[in-house]
């Protein structure tokens, strides 16, 4: 049973520190996308300004190895939620927007994906993520694959007050990126003086930099990874009074691997198992289950046991 919550801070609001000035956006191309057209654009942009109304989107045609680490940070995020015990929220490449002061937009960001920890307390309902009006994503991931974002959208999610900003350079090597930029993960958390480099995670407690980048490479999931996400969820679940089988499709196939050890323990006594025995168990615990069908005389037994201990 999931423990409440105290109740969630209130978003962000907008900070006014220095923006670059003009941001750059190497990779990309500038592209004309007037105030009217921006409200029905549905393609895929880096950054649009009012100002000048221009967009910047990438120049290299989207690959496997640009796409493939937002999609997999997904799919990593919903594993650490079931062994939490809570659902995490992943929202794609969403508009992240700016309003000037009579409520126009001003400014969009689209990032590789960005992730709610607590997404039934803060995901925002509307269209866009509005800073300075919706919760900020707890992590932002940017893929820098045959791009550069520290030259110019790192400054923004920065003045904007994101809190943490991961900048994965993928194993793969594009080539347009310069040979002297490794691959691995950035952690940019922000502090008092802005972002500062971070060895692990604050929104997801112990994920490392170097565990991050080798999950987000790697060409299935391993048992290394596997490990790590079970940590990482566990930390959250510990923090927030939940545990896996609080996660309902966790928990079904949890009770379904159970009735199937129990079925092939009484089949090996030789005992017939009853008729409709799943919608017969209620309640009981999996190690009920199992010690019942170690123990019991036969089919009636068995379900007479269950019931005692439900």
């Not at 989107?57 to 015990?85: D, F, K, N, S, W």
């Not at 080798?214 to 990482?232: D, F, G, Q």
């Amino acid at each position: 049973m999931a423990l409440p919550r105290p109740a969630s801070p209130a978003a962000a609001p907008l900070r006014r520190t220095t923006e670059p000035a003009p941001p750059e956006f190497p990779g990309c191309r500038a592209v004309r996308i007037t105030r009217d057209a921006i409200a029905d654009f549905e393609g895929r942009i880096e950054y649009w300004d009012a100002a000048t109304e221009t967009a910047w989107m990438v120049c290299e045609p989207t690959t496997v190895y640009h796409e493939g680490p937002g999609q997999r940070l997904a799919h990593l995020a919903a594993l650490i939620a079931a062994g939490r015990g809570s659902p995490i929220t992943t929202l794609g490449t969403s508009d992240l927007l700016v309003r000037d002061a009579r409520g126009e937009r001003q400014r969009i960001m689209q990032a590789d994906q960005i992730v709610y920890v607590h997404p039934v307390e803060t995901v925002p309902r509307g269209a866009a993520v509005e800073v300075g009006a919706d919760h900020l994503p707890d992590v932002v991931l940017e893929v820098d694959y045959s791009t550069d974002v520290r030259r110019g959208k790192l400054g923004l999610y920065e003045a904007w007050g994101f809190p943490e900003v991961w900048v994965e350079v993928p194993d793969a090597a594009s080539p347009s990126r310069s040979r002297r930029r490794p691959s691995g993960v950035t952690i940019h958390r922000l502090g008092h003086g802005g972002y500062r480099p971070a060895a692990a995670s604050a929104a997801f407690p112990g994920w490392t930099a170097a565990e991050i980048h080798a999950a987000l490479n790697e060409p299935r999931l391993s048992e290394a990874t596997s490990a790590v996400l079970t940590r990482v969820g566990r930390a959250l679940g510990d923090a927030e009074g939940t545990v896996p089988d609080d996660d309902p499709w966790l928990r079904g196939q949890r009770r379904e691997a159970t009735l199937r050890a129990v079925t092939q323990v009484l089949r090996t006594r030789g005992i017939a198992v009853p008729q409709g025995l799943a919608a017969r168990l209620g309640n009981a615990a999996p190690s009920d289950l199992v010690d019942a069908a170690l123990a019991c005389r036969n089919g009636a037994d068995f379900l007479a046991r269950v019931t005692r201990n439900g």
